[in-house]
């Protein structure tokens, strides 16, 4: 048989419909591996239909009010469900988060999808992880009987791959309050705009006058899972913000990352373009950094 | 000229059904008792079928059809080359898999979950054999044979070394040509294999009656083409075959062969005794149809006066697992390169080879994106290296007003008779700021900037003063209702590009009839005159031009019997719509007070019992006028991304008498966005180890351009030419096909303009930008090296 469906959902699986938050811990308690908890279900159901997962339950989040909506609390709280759409359009400010969104696929899509399924998809190509990588955000993450919270770096073990447990949810996206003179970018390449990305990267730069007083970059599409390349933001910090810098910056990132060659693009493209749109995003955040 | 409503804007007569998801696509026809069919498609790229167990899928209540259940003729899915050309080497389902996604069994059942359930309890056992993604490996003395032979005109023919068809053309003498010549030219194009990407994915639904007749509702460009070939395939006579037309969601020449699906669901339905439905999923249909990917290599020589001498142009097509219309594809190909410029001597000499690889068919263009591609980037070549500004050389040397134009091939040939190519290209020019284009090579930094120009055209029908190696020619049958409104019964399809509202307008124009009193009647084959399909850019040409011959003959019942009526000459008669009666009046301007309504006149015959103001008219049209088109790209490269931004478009179409003008401006929009995928993007490449698609048939490696990218409207500027086709109904010509042809040669020559590097291969994408740029700035550094080298030595000699 041709082995490539996207029309037809042939695995048979029960379908749960919880309005609270408690009775999607309890099923994912009862069910454990088995289950799969789906949100906008733009990719659950796709890898459904090419049966690369198969859950023999299916746990629908849309109607968990608890896990919609944007709060400030100290840090900026975002449920998981919260659609990229209303992300974008209610985040403005964070301009590498909001960016990431406004290229998300299609008008459709943006409209479906969700932050929370966005991570927990765990795509290395997925956009809104390097942006929250810059911010520090961090998940809480919940089961039946406890709740902790992740740094998001931890968050992502490989393709597909996160550190939840099979009982737990990812229930909140955390954002802690920006300092001050911060600014952040993100920019993707892909070869057209509805694609997923050849590579995207995200800078978040903080200034005190001239002075670089803290960085992020993280990058999408080069490595297992979203990657923060490291060096290249130690670098960055306690020096004078110059294009020169940035430029030398971006190809020390470049080097940081192993990418691969794929159907989206070749190893050499990727690693050559990271290194202009690491510069670009840093050139941008900084801009921003006022 | 002034006409009544040709020219005009109006509500489309199917948008309200469209834009509120009313309208019936074959995917949305639901019977009484119908089951639902799903395909069995070979894994594997070339492989011959042992044995298929079908017992369980059985068990669960599905009907199965295999080879053996289905007849074994040999057909070819285009029926619209006459028989001599007519190359058949497919059957309903395959007894081999040719391709990867070939279809080698169907089942049918109560649902499609059940169906998809009986079709994975289908065990078939394969013989594996050698594949082939590539035409040179293919073409091997000891490659395995694709097929063994094919049928040509009830012959059996062997098949050599899966060579599909070779086809030779010759004008003069090309060695005297070249011995002309001052400069010779050549370079070698490789083109890729796109996609349709139309949004329907092929569907149909048959509904078999007990007295063995069938009712069908397929995704199709022609519902005669297929009614036929079902009944030869099936042996039911034709009156027992009927095709009904439902709306199409775009084909890009997808849908002109009978799909491949039709017959698997006739004979499902058949075998199960009841209405069967079978619809594509988006990776079948990717797996089922491509562009035709050649390699052209092309060689022209040129006089110090730039005239050209000679032209040679050698093609290898890569046509996949069958030979869908191979024949004719190598003939276009020869006949789109001499109708572009003048060769006083001329050679093609083209091959198309079979692979293990999705099949290959017309795409909206026909081997003239293709053609233009290679001809309009080795013109712009020539002309800048000769330093002639690339407009004016081209004007120089055009297939233009009375030239003789190639409309389908050696054997479709008219003399050009309606040519705006001077008007567009001075248009264009000064829309797009053509004089103040970049040089190239002279620009450093990230961005450079770049405007590219080419030509094209594409054929209006495939008819000609002799009958061609295709059939070409429409019906049309148009009648007078009781109150003066008007039926038009015609077979041809609307792709959605607006040719039936076109064909709607042209009979409204010539009987006088306000375009809301014309109605557009459901079709299927039992009530329609036969046309041959709507492609090769015919519809407003050819469908539209049966269409007029109908109404004139209608006009002129409608004379005859209203001078009876009012007592004077039919000669001295007129009718135009009053949009007051909103109907059609008519009067004689020397006694204005002498007038009737179309409807009082239409009632009048019925009540005295004279009959029915009606004719059925057949139309070949003895000409094929180019519809020619410019294109002027300006662009921005990105050179640290490779990316490249259309900024600006240009596009100037001569399609004569414009007709739907909105839809015209859509046709010339849809040709860049579908070009700019060409040119940029889109390619289907196959995994050579499997013979899979590397985007294994998913959407989303599909790497269709959207809305996003293109420029935004205003940025595309469209412009007609203000020209009349006399052989066209009120002086209109084709559009369609035409909107997209020389798209991917003016992406290349703007990015020349830009970079200063000529891109032969499609697509342009941003990875090739960079490697070329790359080995450009190598050469520049080896060539300062040599010339610093060059100096120390010069330097040390003087010393």
């Known amino acids: 048989m041709l082995p490539t469906n996207t029309h037809i959902l042939y695995p048979e699986f029960d379908y749960h419909a919880p309005t609270t938050l408690y009775e999607v811990t309890e099923l994912l308690a009862q069910y454990g591996d088995s289950a799969r908890v789906m949100a906008g279900g733009t990719d659950l159901l796709v890898q459904m239909k090419m049966e690369r997962r198969q859950p023999s339950q299916v746990i629908s989040l849309m109607h968990v009010n608890a896990l919609q909506g944007i709060s400030q609390n100290g840090s900026l709280d975002i449920g998981a469900t919260t659609s990229i759409q209303e992300i974008h359009r209610r985040l403005p400010q964070l301009y590498a988060l909001a960016e990431a969104c406004n290229g998300f696929s299609s008008i459709q899509i943006m409209y479906m999808a969700t932050l929370g399924g966005n991570l927990c998809n765990a795509s290395p190509a997925s956009d809104s992880a390097p942006p929250l990588l810059t911010y520090d955000a961090r998940v809480t993450l919940k089961s039946k009987t406890a709740e902790r919270v992740l740094p998001l770096e931890r968050f992502f073990l490989g393709p597909g791959k996160t550190a939840m447990q099979p009982d737990e949810l990812l229930a909140q996206i955390s954002i802690p309050a920006p300092l001050p003179h911060s600014g952040s970018a993100f920019i993707k390449i892909s070869r057209v705009v509805a694609d997923i990305s050849q590579v995207c990267a995200a800078a978040r730069l903080t200034r005190e006058g001239n002075t670089i007083r803290d960085a992020r970059i993280a990058l999408g599409s080069v490595a297992p899972t979203p990657v923060r390349a490291a060096g290249a933001e130690r670098d960055l910090i306690g020096e004078t913000f110059s294009p020169a810098l940035a430029e030398k910056i971006g190809k020390q990132a470049a080097q940081e990352i192993s990418p691969i060659s794929d159907v989206r693009a070749t190893r050499e493209y990727r690693q050559q373009v990271a290194a202009v749109i690491v510069r670009d995003a840093l050139l941008r955040a900084w801009e921003r950094a006022q | ?799």
């Open chain 2, 1 to 799: 000229m002034s006409y009544q409503i040709l020219g005009n804007d109006y509500f489309r007569k199917d948008g309200i059904g469209k834009v509120t998801g009313r309208e019936v696509y074959a995917s949305d026809v639901t019977l009484p008792r119908m089951w639902h069919a799903r395909v069995l498609r070979s894994p594997h790229a070339h492989a011959r079928i042992k044995s298929i167990d079908a017992r369980a899928a059985q068990e669960l209540g599905a009907v199965v059809l295999t080879y053996a259940d289905v007849p074994h003729l040999k057909y070819n899915e285009r029926i619209v080359s006459i028989p001599p050309h007519l190359y058949r080497d497919r059957t309903v389902l395959a007894d081999k898999a040719r391709h990867v996604g070939e279809a080698v069994a169907a089942v049918a059942a109560p649902t499609e979950q059940l169906a998809e359930k009986a079709l994975r309890a289908l065990q078939v056992e394969w013989e594996i054999l050698p594949h082939y993604t590539d035409p040179l490996a293919a073409q091997r003395a000891d490659a395995e044979p694709i097929h063994d032979s094919y049928i040509l005109n009830g012959q059996e023919i062997p098949v050599e070394n899966n060579v599909a068809v070779t086809r030779v053309v010759q004008v003069g003498d090309i060695e005297e040509g070249f011995a002309q010549a001052d400069h010779i030219f050549e370079r070698e194009f490789v083109t890729s294999r796109i996609y349709h990407a139309q949004m329907e994915t092929k569907s149909c639904v048959c509904d078999p009656a007990p007295d063995g007749s069938i009712t069908v509702y397929p995704t199709t460009q022609s519902i005669h083409n297929v009614r036929q070939l079902l009944g030869e395939i099936f042996s039911i006579p034709l009156h027992k075959v009927n095709v009904k037309r439902v709306a199409i969601g775009g084909t890009f020449g997808s849908s002109i062969q009978m799909n491949s699906i039709i017959p698997i669901c006739v004979a499902l339905a058949l075998k199960a005794k009841r209405p069967v439905k079978l619809v594509s999923t988006r990776e079948e249909d990717m797996y089922d149809h491509v562009r035709y990917q050649t390699k052209l290599k092309l060689k022209i020589g040129v006089t110090r006066e730039g005239k050209i001498t000679a032209g040679h142009m050698q093609a290898l097509a890569d046509i996949g697992g069958h030979n869908i219309q191979a024949y004719a594809l190598l003939s276009v190909l020869a006949g789109w390169t001499a109708s572009l410029y003048n060769y006083p001597n001329l050679k093609f000499e083209g091959k198309a080879v079979y692979t293990n690889k999705t099949p290959s068919c017309a795409l909206q263009g026909f081997g003239n994106p293709q053609a233009t591609f290679a001809a309009e980037s080795l013109m712009d070549e020539i002309a800048t290296e000769l330093d002639w500004d690339p407009i004016e050389f081209k004007l120089k040397n055009y297939v233009g007003l009375g030239g003789t134009f190639w409309g389908q091939g050696p054997s479709v040939q008219s003399i050009v008779r309606s040519d705006g190519v001077p008007q567009l290209l001075h248009d264009g020019a000064q829309k797009i700021g053509w004089r103040a284009r970049p040089k190239p090579g002279t620009q450093t930094g990230r961005y450079r900037h770049g405007i590219g120009m080419a030509r094209g055209f594409h054929t209006s029908g495939a008819g000609a003063p002799k009958p061609g190696e295709v059939i070409d020619y429409s019906g049309a049958f148009i009648k007078i209702n009781e109150d003066g409104s008007v039926d038009i019964v015609h077979a041809m399809m609307d792709h959605g590009g607006g040719t039936l509202e076109a064909i709607a307008k042209i009979v409204a124009e010539e009987l006088g009839v306000p375009i809301e009193r014309v109605g557009i009647s459901p079709a299927d084959t039992l009530t329609t005159v036969y046309d041959v399909v709507t492609h090769a850019t015919r519809g407003v040409y050819a469908g539209g031009g049966a269409a007029h011959k109908a109404a004139v003959k209608v006009k002129q019942q409608i004379f005859d019997y209203a001078s009876r009526i009012l007592g004077l000459q039919a000669d001295s008669l007129m009718i135009e719509p009053d949009y007051e009666l909103m109907q059609g009046v008519i009067y004689c301007p020397n006694f204005p007070e002498r007038r009737i309504t179309l409807g009082a006149l239409a009632k009048q015959l019925q009540v005295n019992s004279w009959g029915t103001l009606a004719a059925v008219e057949s139309l070949r049209q003895v000409n094929c006028p180019p519809a020619y088109v410019t294109y002027f790209i300006d662009l921005t490269v990105d050179t640290e991304t490779g990316q490249v931004t259309t900024n600006r478009a240009a596009i100037g179409s001569d399609c004569g008498t414009v007709v739907n003008p909105a839809m015209a401006i859509g046709q010339l929009e849809g040709g860049l966005s579908k070009g700019m995928g060409y040119a940029l993007v889109e390619d289907n490449q196959w995994d050579a180890q499997t013979g899979q698609l590397t985007s294994k048939g998913f959407w989303i490696d599909g790497k269709t351009p959207a809305i996003s990218e293109a420029p935004f409207v205003e940025n595309i500027i469209t412009h007609f030419a203000n020209t009349y086709e006399p052989s066209g109904p009120f002086g209109a010509k084709g559009i369609g096909e035409a909107a997209t042809n020389p798209c991917a040669a003016a992406y290349a020559n703007a990015l020349y303009n830009a970079l200063d590097i000529r891109f032969t291969e499609l697509p342009i994408t941003a990875e090739k930008i960079l490697s070329a740029l790359a080995a450009q700035d190598e050469r520049a550094s080896r060539a300062s090296d040599y010339l610093e080298n060059k100096v120390v030595a010069v330097m040390q000699a003087a010393e």
